[in-house]
């Protein structure tokens, strides 16, 4: 049972480059989740998605879009990645019943120079 | 405003010992607190979720605490082992709602041998 699947796991960019982090769970969950992690902060939500197809902005979306075309997969893209976007990307997944807890994937570490 | 915050912010313990990480939450309304625990380089695994009307939970070592009247919860660890070694993340979600969590800074905690 993999879970929560997340590639790459390590990417360096040049300002201005573009890419897509790819996320993928096989636990059937109907929501999937986006956030970035920085030094001293808490996780905070980029984009998330509550069913195929749908996509929504979360606290910090500027500079990242998203699509969700199949249930079990979430795309974050960066279209021209300036430095403020070196982070830790975490996915998550999880069933809507707010008793349920996310599952997260080990994370995409992102550098800009 | 929603936050939540926990203390301290780093622990260093021997090997053996046992401790206790705080969260104070202000986040309206309230359905459910959760811990995570978070190793280095990897993402946040659940702990356990607490709801409104639960005042203690245990998971092993780990026992969580809610006190919903004075918005506090602690997590309790019982004879650290070197695997307890992580940041320990207290989540809220706001408004109820499984799209919108709110993330302490998490406790860093180091056990030593």
């Known amino acids: 049972n993999a879970g929560v699947t997340q590639t790459p796991k390590f990417r360096v960019l040049k300002t201005g480059q573009s890419m897509t982090l790819l996320c993928a769970q096989d636990m059937n969950h109907e929501y999937m989740y986006w956030y970035r992690q920085d030094p001293g902060m808490g996780l905070r939500l980029i984009h998330y998605s509550v069913g195929e197809g749908t996509t929504a902005k979360g606290e910090v979306p500027d500079g990242y879009n998203v699509s969700r075309l199949k249930k079990q997969n979430f795309l974050l893209g960066l279209e021209s990645a300036a430095p403020s976007q070196t982070s830790v990307y975490f996915c998550?997944?999880?069933?809507?019943?707010?008793?349920?807890?996310?599952?997260f994937g080990s994370g995409t570490r992102l550098t800009v120079v | 405003k929603n936050q939540v915050e926990q203390s301290p912010q780093s622990l260093i313990i021997l090997e053996g010992k046992n401790c206790t990480l705080q969260c104070n939450y202000t986040v309206s309304p309230f359905s459910n607190l959760r811990w995570y625990k978070q190793d280095t380089g990897r993402g946040p695994v659940s702990l356990t979720i607490m709801t409104f009307s639960e005042n203690t939970k245990s998971n092993g070592r780990y026992t969580a605490t809610l006190d919903a009247d004075t918005k506090q919860s602690s997590l309790h660890i019982t004879a650290s082992q070197l695997s307890d070694s992580a940041s320990y993340i207290c989540?809220?979600?706001?408004?109820?709602?499984?799209?919108?969590?709110?993330f302490g800074k998490g406790t860093k905690l180091s056990v030593k041998p």
């Open positions: 998550a997944s999880s069933y809507p019943d707010i008793l349920y807890g996310y599952t």
């Open positions: 989540v809220v979600p706001q408004g109820g709602s499984q799209g919108n969590l709110i």
